[in-house]
């Protein structure tokens, strides 16, 4: 029985999904500059020509990934919009606390942000168009080391170099996701916010 417009769509979309999924794993764990089309056709399991269907190159694979990105943080981005609103020490666990979920999360949730803190190491990453989406007006790294800085001008985050504080931070966040990532199919140990807020944190202030 030969199938319906509407299951032949789903199939196409399902192909699509596989390889984009397919994509983003090996993006997160090797790195952009790493992978070839070869590993993502192999690891997905189709053919050359099915990936020429769908997709350009792998740079048209990963903006589509980044497109995929940018209305996932819509919701993010909102909420850091309204972060001049409170406290900065707030703004950084409301920070953590966000991480730490998408780090445990269940989805891909965690490949998304471990290629995200992985993307200023590549050397031939495709730029994206510039984002649409309201929030922060410069890159998130400098938008932490901007809101440690206020943080520590209010009293409740520890003196010292902020830059080396969002240094440490990405650090911790990264090797949090690569251990994650590597335990995907195993119960990890989730670290609590608390933990990492005492890097922050005044002695007495939290």
């Given at each position: 029985?030969?199938?319906?417009?509407?299951?032949?769509?789903?199939?196409?979309?399902?192909?699509?999904?596989?390889?984009?999924?397919?994509?983003?794993?090996?993006?997160?764990?090797?790195?952009?500059d790493?992978?070839?089309?070869?590993?993502?056709?192999?690891?997905?399991?189709?053919?050359?020509?099915?990936?020429y269907?769908?997709?350009?190159n792998?740079?048209e694979v990963?903006?589509?990934?980044?497109?995929?990105?940018?209305?996932?943080?819509?919701?993010?981005?909102?909420?850091?919009?309204?972060?001049?609103?409170?406290?900065?020490?707030?703004?950084i666990?409301a920070?953590?606390?966000?991480?730490?979920?998408?780090?445990?999360?269940?989805?891909?949730?965690?490949?998304?942000?471990?290629?995200?803190?992985?993307?200023?190491?590549?050397?031939?990453?495709p730029?994206?168009?510039?984002?649409?989406?309201?929030?922060?007006?410069?890159?998130?790294?400098?938008?932490?080391?901007?809101?440690?800085?206020?943080?520590?001008?209010?009293?409740d985050?520890?003196?010292?170099?902020?830059?080396?504080?969002?240094?440490?931070?990405?650090?911790?966040?990264?090797?949090?996701?690569?251990?994650?990532?590597?335990?995907?199919?195993?119960?990890?140990t989730?670290?609590?916010?608390?933990?990492?807020?005492?890097?922050?944190?005044?002695?007495?202030?939290?």
């Open positions: 029985m030969p199938k319906t417009p509407e299951q032949n769509q789903l199939i196409k979309d399902e192909r699509k999904t596989r390889i984009l999924h397919t994509a983003l794993r090996l993006f997160a764990l090797r790195g952009y790493s992978v070839v089309i070869n590993d993502i056709t192999k690891e997905a399991e189709c053919s050359h020509g099915l990936f269907h769908y997709f350009k792998k740079a990963f903006l589509e990934l980044m497109k995929i990105a940018e209305e996932r943080a819509s919701k993010k981005r909102e909420e850091e919009k309204d972060f001049n609103k409170v406290t900065a020490i707030t703004a666990r920070i953590v606390s966000r991480m730490l979920d998408e780090i445990y999360r269940e989805d891909e949730s965690p490949y998304f942000l471990y290629m995200f803190v992985n993307m200023h190491l590549q050397r031939t990453l730029l994206p168009p510039k984002s649409k989406i309201p929030g922060p007006n410069k890159p998130f790294f400098h938008f932490f080391v901007d809101l440690i800085a206020r943080g520590q001008k209010e009293g985050v520890s003196g010292g170099d902020p830059k080396e504080f969002a240094i440490i931070y990405y650090s911790i966040i990264k090797g949090l996701c690569y251990t994650r990532l590597s335990m995907i199919n195993k119960s990890p989730k670290v609590s916010p608390d933990i990492i807020m005492n890097l922050f944190t005044r002695k007495g202030n939290y």
